[in-house]
């Protein structure tokens, strides 16, 4: 008999029948910072979903990590029965859902001091804080519409641990950015036309010259077509590589209905111990009351010694429209990153931590994503 929900009173209610644990594991040992447990299996064809359950080992079998994914919504609820009452789901995700019927899937659940995380196929899925004492955890049940079941208990360094789909790209370590062909130092008289950019053997952005309504030029990308680059992006660059002059340039194009995007130059791919963070460059969308997306607002910051610093934070108009595509750069220059969106200096972050330690490049958000290098950066700096 399948796991059924109803709802009595704004409570919900998880009945799992007669289901038979398709795993189950009465002795966890001793659980502290650091046991991590991996579940690999595959879903059945017709799965409509199943559930990890983390349990203490009491009168009531308190349920202290209830992880159920849910194929046909595309959701995965976390939650907790305490005295057999269940507390309040959370189901969201920075992640897209990547769970299929008949596929193979692998989730780790690492128990750290303050929460469980949760990582699916490799990417880190989503935190969940405790709300009971996770050392009291002693049984570990897996149900549901799954089969080939195994489990692995591990005492990690680093989490998530990387399958081969997830394990980072090397960032493409390109010539210089072709700010030559065209784009500085253009006469008002030169407007409308078009100069294209290359990257390698294959075309990246077409630049179009544009004269605005107040007399200024500015550029607009148009890029063209290359396949789209999957979401979270994990890329690795030299340490040291990203030295004075150089930029890391992501070329990308916002969603239609965007809430936020945010791209870590940090030291490290692990999500914990978290890394440092270098630059934590994160655009912000606002929803006017008419439903359009207005002003962005660009937050700056960087994680060191254990904790965010102080956040930089910045209203204001930006190249990044919905639907829109873009083309970013983020220049080492004297004492500061500096920020431009198509060739247009936005803002600054000044230095907190060395970019010498900078080995990894983390994307994610409400973009589609087409390339992402480290160049020299020929157009005249302020340094």
């Known amino acids: 008999m399948s796991t059924f929900y109803v709802t009595l009173k704004g409570t919900i209610l998880y009945q799992d029948g007669e289901d038979e644990p398709v795993y189950q594991n009465t002795s966890l ?31 009531t079998r308190d349920v202290a990590l209830h992880i159920n994914p849910r194929l046909p919504q595309n959701y995965i609820v976390r939650n907790t029965k305490v005295r057999n009452a269940w507390g309040r789901e959370e189901v969201a995700s920075a992640l897209p859902f990547s769970l299929r019927r008949g596929a193979a899937f692998s989730v780790q659940i690492l128990f750290t001091k303050e929460c469980y995380m949760i990582s699916v196929n490799g990417y880190h899925f989503c935190k969940f804080y405790h709300r009971l004492p996770f050392e009291s955890v002693q049984i570990l049940e897996v149900k549901g519409e799954i089969e080939d079941v195994a489990v692995e208990r ?27 062909i065209a784009l500085p130092d253009v006469a008002v008289d030169e407007t409308d036309r078009v100069a294209t950019e290359k990257t390698e053997d294959r075309i990246v952005t077409q630049w179009r010259v544009v004269k605005t309504a107040n007399g200024d030029i500015e550029y607009e990308p148009k890029i063209l077509a290359v396949d789209e680059i999957k979401l979270p992006y994990y890329g690795t660059i030299p340490l040291n590589s990203f030295q004075l002059g150089r930029a890391l340039k992501v070329e990308g194009r916002v969603r239609l ?9 940090q030291s490290g791919h692990s999500c914990w111990p978290h890394p440092v963070v270098a630059l934590h460059l994160n655009p912000r969308f606002t929803k006017q009351t008419s439903g359009a997306i207005g002003r962005a607002t660009v937050i700056r910051n960087s994680w060191l010694n254990g904790n965010w610093g102080q956040e930089e934070k910045s209203d204001l108009e930006t190249k990044f429209l919905p ?39 983390y994307i994610q958000g409400d973009i589609k994503l087409f390339d992402v290098a480290l160049e020299p950066y020929t157009k005249s700096v302020e340094v």
């Open 29 to 59: 040992g001793e659980l502290r910072e650091g046991i991590s447990f991996t579940v690999k299996g595959r879903t059945k064809k017709h799965c409509e979903r199943f559930s990890i359950n983390f349990i203490i080992d009491n009168t």
């Open 154 to 180: 591990l005492e990690v360094q680093e989490y998530p641990e990387r399958l081969p789909e997830s394990v980072p790209q090397k960032v493409r370590l390109g010539r210089a950015l072709r700010e030559s």
């Open 257 to 265: 209905l965007p809430q936020s995007f945010y791209i870590n130059m």
């Open 323 to 361: 639907g829109k595509p873009f083309s970013l750069c983020i220049v080492h220059a004297n004492d500061s990153f500096q920020i431009y969106v198509n060739h247009q200096l936005l803002t600054e972050y000044k230095f907190r931590v060395s970019p010498s330690t900078i080995d990894t490049i």
